[in-house]
């Protein structure tokens, strides 16, 4: 499985920006799809998750109500759209899948597949 995540850039303070993930090669419904970020000298944090199947999703407290992980099946993409953002979110914004969905605390130790980051920055 290989995940071609894209539509980072600079937006200032109150802006939207929609990521997409794109996901090459062969999945199972049971896969589960995520969004983890990266600030700089911090360590990597769950974002959103999202089941391949069903579509049951998961947000960080700190993003609730700002930002919304969606997929669509047919075309094996996966969204994180991203309003009211604010400097705190600047960071690379990695899509990452697990073979199942998980129930626990998500961390980046229990992903299988990641793709390439796309830088964030959110400045006035």
């Known amino acids: 499985v290989q995940l071609q995540a894209s539509g980072g850039g600079l937006v200032q303070p109150g802006e939207s920006l929609r990521l997409s993930c794109e996901v090459l090669?062969?999945?199972?419904?049971?896969?589960?799809m995520t969004w983890f970020r990266q600030a700089p000298g911090k360590e990597r944090e769950f974002v959103a998750g999202?089941?391949?199947?069903?579509?049951?999703?998961v947000h960080a407290d700190s993003v609730k109500g700002r930002f919304t992980i969606s997929k669509e099946s047919a075309k094996k993409m996966v969204f994180l759209q991203m309003n009211s953002l604010r400097p705190e979110d600047t960071a690379v914004y990695y899509c990452?899948?697990?073979?199942?969905?998980?129930?626990?605390?998500?961390?980046?130790?229990?992903?299988?597949?990641w793709g390439k980051g796309t830088q964030v920055t959110v400045s006035s």
């Open positions: 990452a899948a697990r073979t199942s969905w998980y129930a626990g605390r998500w961390s980046d130790g229990i992903m299988n597949y």
């Open positions: 999202i089941k391949w199947s069903g579509g049951s999703s």
């Open positions: 090669g062969r999945t199972s419904s049971s896969y589960a």
